[in-house]
């Protein structure tokens, strides 16, 4: 099956520095691709998605970027704030089965 | 709109009891998912409904747990005599189709569990 792991526990970052959370997924056959925010006693938050048949995709400061051949994906967050302080998650699915979750990357912006 | 919705924000029960745990998904949303995260971990799937269809059962720990959804809208999830290692945030989410690959789900708040 399925599993998603993310490279780091924790990135830490200045603020307006740009950050790169990493994720590696198992599945050859993984197609959808979702990267979520939590913050401190909040559930997770949709950021961004990208499917298999893109390899980049932009959202308001951030971007996720899809490498299909080594099975790696990434959120790149740009001029980094405070309020982006969380614990970010990527998930994965493949055709129709369910999400599997990472562990997260806690990212800490200092002022 | 409103989002998903889950209630109580807060339950602290003692070991042995029962505890229900209730999600108000997004309206019109088939697919709702029941998580659990432990204190600094990632999310763990419990259980998946979808429709009509009989619900995906594959997470639940043990048979403590169950959930039920009426009407296809409301769910509730249910643990029975409590075990402290059942504390943790119970997370629901719900999704638009579900099952058809690529389907954004949006979470609630989360219910924090803390069994004594």
């Known amino acids: 099956g399925e599993s998603v792991g993310l490279h780091l526990p924790t990135l830490s970052v200045q603020e307006g520095d740009n950050s790169i959370i990493n994720c590696a997924y198992s599945?050859?056959?993984?197609?959808?691709f979702i990267w979520y925010k939590q913050e401190s006693g909040k559930g997770p938050q949709f950021i961004i998605d990208i499917r298999s048949n893109m390899d980049k995709r932009q959202g308001q400061r951030v971007t996720v970027l899809l490498n299909k051949t080594v099975k790696h994906l990434s959120l790149q967050i740009a001029a980094t704030q405070p309020g982006d302080s969380a614990v970010y998650f990527c998930?994965?699915?493949?055709?129709?089965?369910?999400?599997?979750f990472g562990t997260g990357t806690r990212l800490l912006v200092s002022p | 709109g409103a989002g998903v919705s889950q209630s109580p924000s807060n339950k602290v029960t003692e070991k042995g009891k029962d505890v229900e745990l209730r999600c108000d998904p997004i309206s019109g949303h088939t697919a709702l998912y029941w998580y659990r995260q432990s204190l600094g971990q990632g999310l763990e799937f419990l259980i998946y409904f979808q429709g009509n269809s009989a619900p995906d059962k594959s997470g639940l720990p043990s048979d403590r747990f169950s959930a039920e959804r009426t009407g296809g809208s409301v769910s509730t999830l249910t643990i029975q005599r409590t075990q402290q290692e059942d504390s943790a945030v119970y997370l629901c989410a719900s999704s638009l189709a579900g099952g058809t690959g690529g389907d954004t789900q949006y979470f609630g708040p989360g219910t924090r569990l803390t069994v004594l």
């Open positions: 998930a994965a699915s493949s055709g129709f089965q369910k999400l599997v």
């Open positions: 599945n050859s056959a993984s197609d959808y």
